[in-house]
């Protein structure tokens, strides 16, 4: 299967701790994006990558917050000083830059913060 | 984006058609629709997409009205599979040589399939 992957699955942290997520994109899709999701809501937008570049980041994403598409492929996800407000799925998806950008999204990442 | 209204929850019987509803009245000329859903525990899944025309693949059709302040995403046979959380959403793809990229997810509608 060459879908999105991301690893981990499940991460429990402490507070105060940093995490580091990865997303592996569908292998031809140019564009990977972030969101996160807490329970019974819907996702919400982080940023997104185009190639290696980093097009838009939303005021979801604070200083503590940083993610890296260094050579266009796979991205990482970096939190640090975790609070518990931090807890949620954090979802990555990719897309083409052609026709109308269908996301496909990987089975997220579930991080706790104790 | 234009903002969006469904239903918070439907039912719908096995076998039988499951008509989801969608209010996009802000919707502006070069806004696409969008449907995804999610099962549980799963991230979300695209289903298909429309601007005008109504449209059919192989998960679903998405009929837009003429006015396109409105949608109806069906699945025509419903499964217990089915069962998930529904988002509509409405987006820009290109606006003067800027391509778009974030989704905007709503609460969307929980579909439950009964046996």
């Known amino acids: 299967d060459t879908g999105v992957s991301q690893d981990p699955r499940h991460k429990i942290t402490k507070r105060g701790q940093n995490v580091t997520f990865r997303c592996d994109p569908i292998s031809e899709h140019n564009r990977l994006y972030w969101y996160r999701q807490t329970l019974g809501q819907g996702p919400e937008f982080l940023t997104y990558f185009q190639n290696e570049a980093q097009l838009e980041k939303s005021r979801l994403l604070s200083d503590r917050f940083s993610a890296e598409r260094p050579k266009g492929s796979f991205s990482t996800l970096e939190i640090q000083r975790t609070e518990q407000g931090d807890s949620a799925m954090y979802l990555c998806?990719?897309?083409?830059?052609?026709?109308?950008?269908?996301?496909?999204f990987g089975p997220g990442t579930r991080l706790t913060v104790t | 984006d234009a903002k969006t209204t469904q239903p918070t929850s439907m039912d719908c019987a096995e076998g039988r058609a499951a008509n989801l509803p969608c209010n996009h009245s802000t919707i502006s000329g070069n806004e696409y629709v969008y449907w995804y859903r999610q099962i549980h525990s799963q991230g979300p899944q695209y289903i298909i997409h429309?601007?005008?025309n109504n449209e059919t693949n192989e998960m679903a059709s998405l009929i837009i009205t003429e006015d396109r302040k409105s949608s109806t995403l069906i699945l025509p046979h419903a499964t217990l599979r089915d069962t998930a959380v529904y988002y509509c959403i409405v987006r820009v793809v290109h606006a003067g040589g800027t391509s778009y990229g974030k989704l905007t997810f709503g609460q969307g509608t929980i579909l439950t399939v009964h046996p």
């Open positions: 998806a990719s897309s083409l830059v052609e026709g109308a950008y269908e996301q496909y």
């Open positions: 429309g601007l005008k």
